[in-house]
């Protein structure tokens, strides 16, 4: 009976592909967005939250799956037949272009890396140690002038104009030319607490050859996507089309199954299913068996030709699941059936 279930459904099931295929699509969409994206947020350096890393995900995965879209014209070998169905050019493509992405943001952010828990705590330890070492040695505070030199060491091509110890800090303003720039070191160890002034805003992201690298890399991705963008494929298309057939086309099928007749489709109350009668319709085939299940009754011989519109040559009495099941085949060669008495419908043998 599940067989013949799935007959009687089955136009309501044709009409529903083109949403499954579609539903399908952006769900493969959203996917990929999600896979192209964690790839290229391991090249952003800087720490960021969950919402933040997912936002981050999902624009640079959208720009990967337009990039795919855009680019998998230009991935040799996986652009025909069946490989053009599972869009594998466009997952390469989205591929390299979450790489190139990946490279574009470890270049912008290198400068920014926030270091893990476990490296600070590290590093706070180093540093009681060497002021634990200082202490016992009667060690003391840097020096100006050695402090001016650590400075002007972290800040290559600058020079050290003015240098004030505040507690244990050394704030230094240093100079370049036009370009001024500022600096705080421990006055104990001589690392650089903070910097500015070198490389901040626009002036100083432009000057730094790794940011400028980074940015034409993603620059070049996002140029290349939208100038080669045709369209996003539509896989549904792809598959009908591989049989000759298009969306439309479940549409109209489906709309045709919904006309034929109710006993083809398994909905005619007390007939015996399409499948069932395919069964018995090929013991046809067998003369012995034909000649052994004439059927003769000319009130049965009345109601089919009455209802196939034809004269009854031979009605043969068959059995199936304890139901009397009987078969009339017309001049026209109509195979016409009765369930129990019931006249259930006619195949026609020319269509």
Not at 21 to 46: D, E, H, P, T
Not at 56 to 73: I, N
Not at 199 to 211: A, I, N, T, V
Request: net charge neutral.
């Amino acid at each position: 009976m599940g067989l013949e279930n799935l007959v009687s459904t089955l136009p309501e099931i044709m009409a529903l592909i083109p949403t499954i295929l579609y539903v399908s699509q952006i769900f493969i969409y959203i996917i990929l967005m999600l896979f192209y994206g964690s790839i290229a947020m391991v090249g952003f350096r800087k720490r960021k939250t969950f919402v933040t890393g997912l936002l981050g995900r999902l624009v640079t995965g959208a720009l990967c799956v337009l990039a795919g879209t855009s680019l998998s014209g230009f991935v040799p070998f996986f652009n025909k037949g069946f490989l053009k169905v599972l869009q594998i050019d466009t997952f390469i493509a989205g591929s390299v272009a979450s790489i190139l992405l990946l490279i574009a943001l470890r270049l912008i952010t290198y400068r920014d890396r926030t270091p893990s828990p476990g490296e600070v705590i590290s590093k706070l330890q180093k540093k009681v140690t060497a002021l634990e070492e200082l202490l016992k040695s009667g060690g003391k505070q840097l020096s100006e002038k050695d402090a001016r030199k650590i400075a002007e060491k972290e800040m290559d091509g600058f020079k050290a104009e003015k240098a004030k110890l505040a507690g244990h800090e050394w704030n230094i303003e240093l100079k370049k030319g036009e370009k001024s720039a500022k600096m705080t070191l421990d006055a104990w160890d001589g690392e650089a607490k903070a910097k500015a002034g070198d490389d901040s805003g626009l002036g100083g992201f432009f000057r730094d050859p790794h940011k400028v690298s980074g940015l034409a890399i993603m620059l070049a991705v996002i140029i290349a996507s939208v100038v080669f963008f045709e369209g996003f494929p539509n896989p549904g298309e792809s598959f009908t089309s591989m049989f000759g057939l298009t969306m439309d086309d479940f549409a109209n099928l489906s709309q045709s199954m919904k006309d034929l007749p109710p006993f083809l489709l398994g909905d005619n109350e007390g007939c015996i299913s399409p499948i069932a009668l395919a069964g018995l319709q090929s013991q046809l085939q067998d003369q012995e068996f034909v000649r052994s299940h004439v059927y003769e009754n000319q009130g049965t011989k009345a109601l089919v030709e009455g209802d196939a519109g034809e004269a009854v040559i031979r009605m043969i009495k068959m059995d199936h699941e304890g139901k009397e099941v009987i078969l009339a085949v017309t001049e026209g060669l109509k195979l016409c059936y009765l369930t129990d008495g019931k006249f259930c419908g006619c195949l026609d043998s020319r269509q």
